[in-house]
């Protein structure tokens, strides 16, 4: 293979983590002599999904944010909780403006080399290779977006529930929505006694994204997520009257699969196939920021990719809620409800973005502390 394009680093998917890691090796000067493929079958065309993060006071895609907010709800069958996030606010983008501002960013730089193909197989050697359909690369290092096939065979064999959903964006003729509140849990209707809610984001007074969630270990009917969206915008939101402009579908594995174990010296596994969902929320975007800016440091360190990017303590913690999840599904709401209303926000977030002291985790153990929390905690230990 004479006319093998060789690249110092190739990235093969250009979504939340591929395009995130590009990004930042573009935004440091160290990368600048380095060549750098981004390999994707997909032009990224299309505005695939709404994504939402917490973050405290200005950040980094602040110029991308089609809409924040100050207060998040929560329903459960017994409470209603009001809460109020500063110093944090609750954010959404447009996936689409993301991969946009991804691209032009990119294609400023010379150094930065789009491939639109589909990757067949990555080969593990000292010089990986990437085999597509119209070609084959070679690089010093590969970062891979693809989730191993392991995941599909074997995931049973760990705890395993799956963040399911379909939303509609809804639109109104009159105002209905308070712009400045979001719901992010509504238990008030549910699918039996299954961890099942709706989410509501008012994108203005007249226009949201509704959304029926499920957490739980299999997927159900497209025509069940739909009747209850139609039970909730009629009886809980009492609107009448409305169109449907689009629609957003959702599977997220939540997870104690080892995605981790699936990175090599040479081969980096990025985003969901990395294990960067977080397995208690299906939350990634905000984490994919912190394991980027890891890579950054260890590629310029001389250091494996992948080194040190998990705190095991949080990777145990979550498989512990995962654990209640999957095995009495029916306690979702209840743990929800504690959660929310016995932590002051900052303890939940500083929790959920895996920066709070032993000392506020212990806190948070309290607020949920039961019978089944005990359980799952021995049977997370011995596995
Ligand atoms: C509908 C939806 C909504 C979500 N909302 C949120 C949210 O609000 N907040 C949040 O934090 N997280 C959210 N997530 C979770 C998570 O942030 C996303 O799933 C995120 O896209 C994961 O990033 P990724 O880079 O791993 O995968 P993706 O963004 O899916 O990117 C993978 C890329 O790899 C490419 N690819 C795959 N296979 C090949 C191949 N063989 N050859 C070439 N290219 C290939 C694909 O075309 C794609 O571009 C959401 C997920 C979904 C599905």
Known sequence: MAHMKQYDYIIIGNGIAGFQLALALSQDTFFNNKQIALIDKSHKTENDKTISFW????GKWDSIVIKSWSEALIFTSKKELAIKLPPYAYKTIHALDFYNKAKQELSKQTN?????DQVLSVENSKQPKVITVKNSYEAKHIFDSRITEDYFSKSNNYTKVIQHFKGWIIETETPVFKTD????MDYRIKDGDQTTFTYVLPLSSTRALVEFTYFTPTLVDDAIYESYLKLYISSLLKIESYSISEIERGSIPMTSFPFEKYSTKHITKIGTAAGWVKGSTGYSFKHTEKK???IVTNLKDGNIPSKNLFK???KFYDKIFLKVLHDENNKGEWIFEQFYAKNSVEAMFKFL???STFIEELKIMKSLFSLSFIKAFFKTLMN
């Open 353 to 355: 973005d895996e920066e």
């Open 292 to 294: 980027v800016a890891s």
């Open 112 to 116: 930065f080399h789009f491939i639109i």
């Open 181 to 184: 509140q979001f719901t992010m």
């Open 55 to 58: 973050e405290k006071g200005t």
């Open 312 to 314: 095991q303590k949080h």
